[in-house]
């Protein structure tokens, strides 16, 4: 045979070389280890990509999950329209169109719609879908009440900027709030008593707002007593187990909440 470096047959004959990968290092000296294959030790640096690509991958779907969980779970809870279909004027009311911000920066859009002689004044949280302008049969029999009214939009719906969530109508509950007392002349006085009222989802809403001021009354229709039981009717049951009720737990009006207004 051809010693190494020789020529047998075309191909050059090269000794099987090995090399000592050291295990350990320990002040610059190396402890003797395995000898493997050079071919097989490059063979292990592509699969060791390969398992950080697979967890990034997979850390990337559960933050993706998890993000689409709650934008689901907000297209089960509101139902934004953001068509004005008619106004009060309609039907024969007069109204203030009104414009405010939110405490996170929202813009949003509501109605006032006076009384010539009111007996107080309702701030009214709508439901979950729509907007204000599908409840003008509600401001019509208001100011049949005598009752001067304003009605708004949360973040999303109507011509209000943003994007309806649970943390953002709370927000634009107490914006609306703050409107009215700031605005209206009166309003929240024995002269102008000022009323909360939340029918359905504006419900929760509304007893938030009841919670952080003190209204005259507090007027609930049609409502629900915690968005868990909400979800419970309308999403699937993972949904419902995650979240805790928060702010839209259950409601509790207390004692002397809730006169009737004279």
């Known amino acids: ?3 190494s470096g020789g020529a047998k047959g075309g191909r050059l004959d090269r000794p099987f070389r090995q090399r000592t990968i050291p295990l350990f290092e ?12 050079g071919r ?5 640096r592509p699969a060791a990509r390969v ?9 990337g779907v559960l933050v993706l999950g998890a993000g689409g969980l709650v934008l689901f779970e907000n297209r089960l809870v509101y139902y934004p329209d953001r068509v004005i279909h008619r106004p009060p004027r309609s039907v024969g009311l007069t109204y203030t169109e009104v414009s405010f911000e939110a ?13 010539s002689t009111p007996r107080a004044v309702v701030l009214i949280c709508h439901g ?11 401001l019509e029999g208001l100011h049949k009440l005598r009752l001067s009214a304003f009605i708004f939009d949360y973040s999303g719906y109507g011509r209000s900027s943003g994007r309806p969530s649970e943390r953002g109508t709370y927000l634009d509950a107490a914006a609306a709030w703050h409107w009215l007392a700031a605005n209206v002349p009166g309003a929240g006085t024995s002269r102008l008593p ?3 009222m939340g029918r359905s989802l504006g419900g929760p809403i509304a007893a938030h707002v009841a919670s952080l001021h003190r209204p005259a009354a507090l007027a609930l229709d049609s409502t629900l007593p915690s968005l868990r039981s909400l979800l419970h009717d309308r999403g ?3 949904l419902v187990r995650r979240r805790n009720d928060g702010i839209l737990g259950p409601l509790f009006v207390g004692r002397n909440v809730c006169p009737h207004p004279q």
């Not at 320990?26 to 294959?37: K, M, Q």
């Not at 097989?40 to 292990?44: D, E, F, P, Y």
């Not at 979950?128 to 509600?138: C, Y």
């Open 1 to 3: 045979s051809l010693s």
């Open 26 to 37: 320990s002040n610059g000296r190396g402890r003797e280890g395995i000898a493997i294959d």
């Open 40 to 44: 097989n030790r490059s063979r292990r």
């Open 51 to 59: 398992s950080l690509v697979a967890v990034t991958v997979v850390l």
């Open 103 to 115: 405490a996170d920066g929202s813009l949003l859009d509501g109605w006032y719609v006076p009384s």
């Open 128 to 138: 979950d879908a729509g907007n204000i302008s599908t409840r003008i049969p509600l």
């Open 194 to 196: 000022l009323v909360v």
């Open 236 to 238: 699937p049951s993972p």
